[in-house]
T-cell receptor, first 115, second 111 residues
Framework: GAGVSQSPRYKVTKRGQDVALRCDPISGHVSLYWYRQALGQGPEFLTYFNYEAQQDKSGLPNDRFSAERPEGSISTLTIQRTEQRDSAMYRC?????????????FGQGTRLTVV | TQLLEQSPQFLSIQEGENLTVYCNSSSVFSSLQWYRQEPGEGPVLLVTVVTGGEVKKLKRLTFQFGDARKDSSLHITAAQPGDTGLYLCAGPFQGAQKLVFGQGTRLTINP
């Protein structure tokens, strides 16, 4: 596609439910990143993939959070047993190649609200 | 503890004024990037600086990478309302591919 696409744009869920957030990166982009962003703050790193391999998941807050990218394209971030503190904007980004200093293209994000 | 510290966190000035925002770290970065984010949108890359002491210009925006590659600055000349946004610096953590961000500078340019 023309840009990074995330769905849904907005998700309201009840505490304790599982949610799956989808990211469709720019076609052909090798690397895919997940971030969480509080209002007015910088993105906080969660995890990233090169192709289908998860390279670093050190930013995932706890074991309720997981991510996959099984075919090296679309990625899903799953949050199990959601809690109110999980409410945030979740952003996905992709870049055309691996390596340091490459440009990351961001999607519009998924606003998750846990009630 | 924030790896990249940005200052000021908020800045509100009048159209036509000049301003500088800073991004500082105690760690050395192989490169730093500056992004601008507008409400409801994701961050968009403005520039990447890779060499200590490097200066890059993008119209009225001037970016500088510190000689020791621990800090960077963004200077805007004759600010315009269209410059309003959240400015973010980012860099690869410990030389790896993982990109970490500062907390941002919220800039408002008043007409």
């Amino acid at each position: 596609g023309a840009g990074v696409s995330q769905s849904p744009r907005y998700k309201v869920t009840k505490r304790g439910q599982d949610v799956a957030l989808r990211c469709d990166p720019i076609s052909g982009h090798v690397s895919l990143y997940w971030y969480r962003q509080a209002l007015g703050q910088g993105p906080e790193f969660l995890t990233y993939f090169n192709y289908e391999a998860q390279q670093d998941k050190s930013g995932l807050p706890n074991d309720r959070f997981s991510a996959e990218r099984p075919e090296g394209s679309i990625s899903t971030l799953t949050i199990q047993r959601t809690e109110q503190r999980d409410s945030a904007m979740y952003r996905c980004a992709s870049s055309s190649r691996r390596g340091v200093g490459t440009e990351a293209f961001f999607g519009q994000g998924t606003r998750l609200t846990v009630v | 503890t924030q790896l990249l510290e940005q200052s000021p966190q908020f800045l509100s000035i009048q159209e036509g004024e000049n301003l500088t925002v800073y991004c500082n770290s105690s760690s050395v970065f192989s490169s730093l990037q500056w992004y601008r984010q507008e409400p409801g949108e994701g961050p968009v890359l403005l520039v990447t600086v890779v060499t200590g002491g490097e200066v890059k210009k993008l119209k009225r925006l001037t970016f500088q990478f510190g000689d020791a590659r621990k800090d960077s600055s963004l200077h805007i000349t004759a600010a315009q309302p269209g410059d309003t946004g959240l400015y973010l610096c980012a860099g690869p953590f410990q030389g790896a591919q993982k990109l970490v961000f500062g907390q941002g500078t919220r800039l408002t340019i008043n007409p």
